[in-house]
């Protein structure tokens, strides 16, 4: 089944399938069963290209934050290099989230899902980075503080350092943990439960009580 807003056949595409229908490690429950899904959302270099290299990040590819709140058929955009209403930001994930309405319409068809009306696209409030390297720091700290129900207004170019290294830190601890009690990540594989995912946090969540 080719879909012909996206281009894709989605009976090839089954990776993003499986994340939309919780089967995937990195994200255990399906989309529909939860308020908010967090997705880091990489412009790659060369979609960039058109917007004069030289005023985006050193190495040409971008990240942003993307927020869809499922339930309400929105998503909000946090983009630390671009301005709210950015249209070369706007664009893009518009384009992102045909491909979203795309994916459940087939989905729908094998009765996985509901039906997945337009999807609309605003932006929030944040913080911009100063220099040209660190949009994926600000991205990962924009995550946390809305995840932690904190003001994402606290995310600051001069923390940028720390921000590295606790990141750096918190790594290294779990990599440790892992080693020391004998546990490793499983492989992806279809239909595998993990053992109900006992072990895994998953990216997206529902929304506190």
């Known amino acids: 089944m080719k879909n012909s807003k996206s281009g894709f056949n989605w009976e090839k595409e089954q990776i993003f399938l499986n994340v939309v229908k919780g089967l995937e490690i990195a994200c255990s429950r399906p989309f529909m069963e939860v308020d908010f899904v967090y997705i880091p959302l990489l ?18 590819n971008h ?16 983009d630390s290099f671009f301005s709210p209403g950015s249209s070369f930001v706007s664009d893009y994930v518009s384009k992102f989230c045909q491909v979203l309405s795309s994916a459940f319409s087939y989905l ?15 932006w929030g409030s944040y913080t911009i980075q100063t220099t040209r ?13 809305l995840m932690m129900n904190k003001s994402i207004l606290l ?51 529902s929304q506190p009580e």
């Open 43 to 60: 412009i790659p270099a060369a979609s960039v290209e058109s917007r004069r290299r030289s005023s985006v990040t050193s190495s040409g």
């Open 63 to 78: 990240w942003c934050l993307v927020v869809w709140n499922v339930k309400g058929r929105y998503i909000t955009l946090y």
């Open 108 to 122: 729908k068809v094998l009765g996985y899902v509901d039906n997945l009306s337009a999807i609309d696209i605003l």
């Open 133 to 145: 390297t660190d949009c994926g720091i600000f991205m990962i700290k924009y995550a946390e503080m």
């Open 155 to 205: 995310v600051q170019q001069k923390k940028v350092k720390d921000y590295r290294k606790q990141l750096a830190v918190d790594l290294w601890s779990h990599g440790t943990w892992k080693q020391q009690n004998g546990y490793e990540t499983p492989l992806e594989m279809l239909d595998h439960d993990y053992g109900d995912h006992k072990h895994v946090q998953p990216i997206c969540h």
